[in-house]
Structure formats: structure tokens, C-alpha cells
């Protein structure tokens, strides 16, 4: 079964750290780029970033540029998004989504999501 | 910056035809992909390349495009099509993906 799992999310205070992971399985992990999106409560869909199958490509929204980092393990089928200085505008529910060859095109698997709440 | 513009809202009968538009100036260059969201779930992908259906999605979803607009058009709505809709294509830079305004869809 084709499955991204996420984990990571929690309360935290306004200008600390969090690390969100993705778990996939189910498909060739390194054939694909892979994203975070993120959704604030009673929000839309904003893109937040995406890799590249290799790590070649990496992007970000201008709203968490310098802020955020994307990595993955091929090794370990997973993704990560490392999120620093946090704001209270970062809180959301935070889905991992497979990608297709590079940047840009579907998304055509999403997670469950894991929720992100900044405040004090 | 730039936006994928959607109507926040759409309301149609059962059995009806429901059309969502997309529109943006980079629309012509770049593909356009649709997702279905309901209440307290993940998005679903229901249409990718403009037009083209992903296996398990429905044949009452089609999708279509004419110059800077984009539509998502459910043939014959049905209950269960009630959602929010999100349109997705890349920014003005044809770079990183955008996701569009979104589309609450009530069927009556």
C-alpha cells in the first residue's frame, strides 16, 4: 500500500525549533520529489517545499525562505523539514505529498498531515 | 505575488453540472492539476495535465483549458462531490508549484 506517514508536529513557543519527518512506503521513494504543504486552520493549500529526487532541487515559499530546510534519506524513505524560528503565522496541519520527476507536477499521494501550533 | 485565482463558492443540484474556474496569466504556459478535499482530509488528486483522470477518479470529473482559465467541470453532481476544490499549476516564474484560492462546492 502506497502510505506517507507524518510525525513531528506539536506546541511550540514562538521563535523555537521543530523537525516534521515523513515515512513513505509503497513506492520507489527516490524516483520522485517530495513536498510539504501546509494548510492553517480554516485556511487553503500553501505550498511550502519541495526536493528533488536527489536533493539537486530544492525550493521554498517566500513566506518560510531562510527559515526552513527540506532534506530526505533515500536510504531511509523519508523526508524531513527542518523549521526554525518559528511564528505564530507557521501554525497549520503540515501534509507530506509525492511528487513527480522534478519541482513542478502533481501531487499525487498526501499523508494524513501533523499539526504545527506556535504559540506561547 | 502571483495567485491562481478561484471563486470561493459554488452551488449546484444533484444531478447538475458543477464548472470551477482557475485563472492566472501563466495558465497557457504550465499544466493545471485539480484536488478535492473534504472535511477533515487530505486532499485527493482528481485531475492532472489539465485533463487527464487519474485511475480510480470518477468519469464525472473532466478538465479543461482556454487560454489563462482552467476548469474542473463534475457532470451529473452527486452528494458525496460536496468539497473544496483546489486548483495548482506553477508560479509566474514556472518554478515552484502554487496552489489556487480554493472552492467551496455545496450541492443543494
Known amino acids: 500500500e502506497v502510505q506517507l506517514v507524518e510525525s513531528g508536529g506539536g506546541l511550540v513557543q514562538p521563535g523555537r525549533s521543530l523537525r516534521l519527518s515523513c515515512a513513505a512506503s509503497g513506492f520507489t521513494f527516490d524516483d520522485y520529489a517530495m513536498h510539504w504543504v501546509r494548510q492553517a486552520p480554516g485556511k487553503g493549500l500553501e505550498w511550502v517545499s519541495g526536493i528533488s529526487w536527489n ?17 530526505r534519506d533515500n ?15 507557521d501554525t497549520a496541519l ?19 498531515g501533523t499539526m504545527v501550533t506556535v504559540s506561547s | 505575488s502571483y495567485e491562481l485565482t478561484q471563486p470561493p463558492s459554488v452551488s449546484v443540484s444533484p444531478g447538475q453540472t458543477a464548472r470551477i474556474t482557475c485563472s492566472a496569466d501563466a495558465l497557457p504556459k504550465q499544466y493545471a ?34 487560454g489563462t482559465t482552467v476548469t474542473l467541470t463534475i457532470s451529473g453532481v452527486q452528494a458525496e462531490d460536496e468539497a473544496d476544490y483546489y486548483c495548482q499549476s506553477a508560479d509566474s516564474s514556472g518554478t515552484y508549484p502554487v496552489f489556487g484560492t480554493g472552492t467551496k462546492v455545496t450541492v443543494l
Open chain 1, 55 to 71: 536533493s539537486g532541487s530544492t525550493g521554498y515559499a517566500d513566506s518560510v525562505k531562510g527559515r526552513f530546510t527540506i532534506s
Open chain 2, 33 to 66: 492539476y485539480w484536488y478535492q478535499q473534504k472535511p477533515g482530509q487530505a486532499p485527493v488528486l482528481v485531475i492532472y495535465k489539465d485533463s487527464e483522470r487519474p485511475s480510480g477518479i470518477p468519469e464525472r470529473f473532466s478538465g479543461s483549458s482556454s
Open chain 1, 75 to 89: 536510504a531511509k524513505n523519508s523526508l524531513y523539514l527542518q523549521m526554525n524560528s518559528l511564528r505564530a503565522e
Open chain 1, 94 to 112: 503540515y501534509y507530506c505529498a509525492k511528487g513527480q520527476w522534478e519541482l513542478l507536477g502533481a501531487f499525487d499521494i498526501w499523508g494524513q
